[in-house]
């Protein structure tokens, strides 16, 4: 029992499950902590510990997790376990500059379908995350910074776009953690994220584009950053 409390800590507080479809309730709990950036860059994840976590048999969770490796959400690696994947330098530029391309897009065609009640909730949706720096509360702000994104970029797609973008944010969101201490990124974030919600709310498509792509490059510098000390540290030890 102790073992699995640590687990769950460790992995985001994976709930447990009903039987019925479960391999899909499975996947989708684990693709969104992924996003959400709940796991960390190198952790592995194993189909027996998952299984205890969300107390059910290996075998959804083997299907599951064999899904999230398809989508290159999970590689396999160190005693062929799947783990969430390493990045390098070269390829956070290269899905960084996707990003601005599909997330961008999805703000400009979001900006139509934009109500009072969207903007209402964004507000909220900033404020909360605001509390969760307030509080130190990681989880819950990683978890809001997702939730926010993929309001405005649903409002845009539900299809094929937002695929796109649910895949990259699969690469990048175990990433976004290793700033989510840092209160100059956080402050810079939440700057730009109030900035969004007032572009979406004039309508200025290009003022809310602007927004996105603040974001993402922002947050590309920072992370660069933290890569470059890690290669770093990690070539002296």
């Known amino acids: 029992m102790a073992n699995k409390a640590a687990w769950t800590a460790d992995a985001g507080g994976l709930e447990t499950v009903e039987r019925a479809t479960l391999q899909e309730q ?3 709990q684990l693709r969104n902590r992924i996003m959400s950036g709940f796991f960390q860059p190198g952790q592995a994840l194993s189909t027996r510990s998952v299984a205890e976590a969300v107390g059910v048999s290996v075998m959804p969770v083997r299907d599951a997790l064999r899904r999230l490796e398809v989508e290159n959400a999970l590689v396999v690696g160190h005693n062929r376990a799947l783990e969430v994947p390493k990045l390098d330098p070269d390829t956070l530029t290269e899905i960084t500059a996707t990003r601005v391309a599909l997330e961008g897009l999805a ?7 934009v ?3 969207d903007v209402e909730a964004l507000r909220s949706r900033c404020e909360a995350m605001a509390q969760s720096i307030a509080t130190g509360d990681v989880d819950r702000y990683l978890s809001g910074n997702w939730a926010f994104h993929a309001h405005i970029y649903r409002l845009a797609s539900d299809g094929i776009l937002l695929s796109f973008i649910e895949s990259l944010w699969l690469r990048m969101g175990p990433y976004f953690r290793m700033t989510a201490t840092d209160s100059r ?3 810079n974030a939440m700057t730009i994220h109030h900035e969004i919600v007032e572009a979406l709310e004039r309508a200025d498509m290009a003022a809310a584009r602007s927004g996105i792509v603040a974001d993402i490059e922002a947050a590309t510098h920072d992370l660069a950053e933290w890569l470059s000390r890690q290669n770093k540290h990690e070539a002296t030890v």
Do not use: K
Request: charged residues 25%; neutral net charge.
């Open 115 to 117: 109500t009072a009640s």
């Open 26 to 28: 499975i996947y989708r």
């Open 185 to 187: 990124h956080l402050d």
């Open 107 to 113: 703000v400009e065609r979001a900006v139509p379908a």
